[in-house]
């Protein structure tokens, strides 16, 4: 197996064990699209500590009102799921996506 790319900027855990994911499996030359999958892996680190946050401070406030973290959530599982959209439709797949081919194939219950 090839060694896959840093990223540019340093990453938390769950941050790289995306960009690892995304880089692994696509063939991404495009600088700009390097750069959204390193925003969409820092976005996935602070949706990390946005979860931890909310786990701790629960999904109201004491004034009745829903937590404000809760728009950040959204609007960064939001982003993170845009630029997986964007390199799935701009790149090709590292490995073949599918069935093998060969000379494979049913030929039929009856088939000897």
Known sequence: MTELPTPPR?????GLAFWNRII?????TNPGDLEQILLASETVDTLTSIAVRLAEDGLTLDNGKGNPLLRDQLGGRAFVARV???????SK???RVGRPGGDIYWAGPHAA
Request: glycine share 4%.
């Open 84 to 90: 997986v959209q964007r390199i799935q439709a701009n």
């Open 10 to 14: 340093p990453l938390q855990e769950h």
């Open 24 to 28: 692994g499996e696509f063939e991404i």
């Open 93 to 95: 797949p590292k490995r």
